[in-house]
């Protein structure tokens, strides 16, 4: 018998962290790209927002302020958790929520700030962020169309207490089908939300409150996996393209582009701009015949919307975008010459009229 020593652990981790080694350095990648402490997956970025709600405790009785001029899932997100969402208009140009108006908004029932980055663009995260603290209420960001848009070199998404992302095929970085992800710093938050998604159960089994089936799928999380290593090239490839149309399109009569605020990195989800003049609706017609296909994002403010028809809400600049608001086509692979061809058709429209 071989009696020579052998140190035998109490614990050994090493075999099975080596058979999932690849998963974990995805999760650790997925993490630090953001730089947060916790990036918790979810079903799709509304459940993100929810969740994100509920963590914090906001429900009925409660306001949260938010912009009109966005996805019906930001607003509907307050409104699941039974929550008064307080309609604060926008900048016309960023087309993102107003700090000034967003203070002058607070009341003495106002739980939570949530601004969009809208577009791709960040909001005014700085004066937002100050806003709240000095008011001791919870920012929670809504990234769900900003996923690697940066604020002083900073991620979007992780200067408030919460930041909420989509994972929808058509966002910057998308997966097959529904997914989202919240992002924090707390970990008592972090803890809360993990339960949340999982029926109100931080041990299997063993339920402390109704919560939501809301996981990502691991379908999904694969193919996020596979994606976010180019996110960063493609959000660059998309500034770049938006770069050659701004430079094409300036000075086109009734055309306004939009800006990017120094200090920030817009990922261009959407390139939108603004046609003046009550012809949004007619350059998009005449583009649709020579098949070339544009968007509008969005043609009612929510707070114009039947719904929330009893919103107590003044917001003339969202109620303007929503008449000039244009999505132009925009692919991080979209060529110079498909640009060329759209701007063309633009300005003969312009010059037309």
Known sequence: MDHRRTDIPALDLAPELAEVASDLEAALRRVIYLGVKHAIGVNSGTDALVLALRA???????????TPFTFFATAESISSVGALPVFVDIDIESFNIRPDLVERAISERTRAILPVHLFGAPADIAALGSIARRHKIALVEDAAQAFGALDQDRHVGTFGVFGAYSFFPSKNLGCLGDGGLLSTDDDDLAAHVRALRAHGARKKYFNEFVGYNSRLDALQAAFLRAKLPHVDEWNEARRKAASRYCVQLRGTPGILLPPERRGTQHVFHQFTIRVTGGRRDALREYLARRGIATMVYYPTPLHRLPVYAGAEARCPAAELASTEVLSLPLW????????????????????AH
């Open 56 to 66: 914090l405790g906001v429900g009925p009785s409660d306001e949260v302020i938010t």
């Open 332 to 351: 991080p692979r979209i060529t110079e010459d498909l640009q060329s061809r759209i701007v063309s058709e633009i300005r003969e429209f312009c010059g």
